[in-house]
């Protein structure tokens, strides 16, 4: 069984910043690409950013200069650091990993979910 427990959140001014993690756990094989995806009421939901297992990323434009994802290969985690947040990014993110647990087994796993709300 594998688990994606995320961590952050909450809410934030306009300009400010907040950090979102999540550790995956449970029998893991290998974890191959990672990535944060949010979720706005009404919306579809849609990456926000995605980090390889070399490292590589690739964000969305509208987050782009502004968040920074990294993981931790050894921890199995990762983590999207938000800056200068805008009202436009509130939205419930969700963490998501894409694991092989056996020789025959691999599929995307999701997180619980955490609501960012930025607002004065």
């Known amino acids: 069984q594998v688990q994606l427990v995320q961590s952050g959140g909450g809410l934030v001014q306009p300009g400010g910043s907040l950090t979102l993690s999540c550790v995956a756990s449970?029998?893991?094989?290998?974890?191959?690409?990672m990535g944060w995806y949010r979720q706005a009421p009404g919306k579809q939901r849609e990456l926000v950013a995605a980090?390889?297992?070399?490292?590589?990323?690739n964000y969305a434009d509208s987050v782009k200069g502004r968040f920074t994802i990294s993981r931790d290969n050894a921890k199995k985690t990762v983590a999207l650091q938000m800056n200068s947040l805008k009202p436009e990014d509130t939205a419930v993110y969700y963490c998501?990993?894409?694991?092989?647990?056996?020789?025959?087994?691999?599929?995307?796993?999701w997180g619980q979910g955490t609501q960012v709300t930025v607002s004065s």
């Open positions: 998501n990993a894409d694991i092989r647990t056996s020789p025959l087994s691999r599929r995307d796993y």
């Open positions: 980090i390889a297992s070399e490292g590589n990323t």
């Open positions: 449970g029998n893991i094989l290998y974890i191959y690409a």
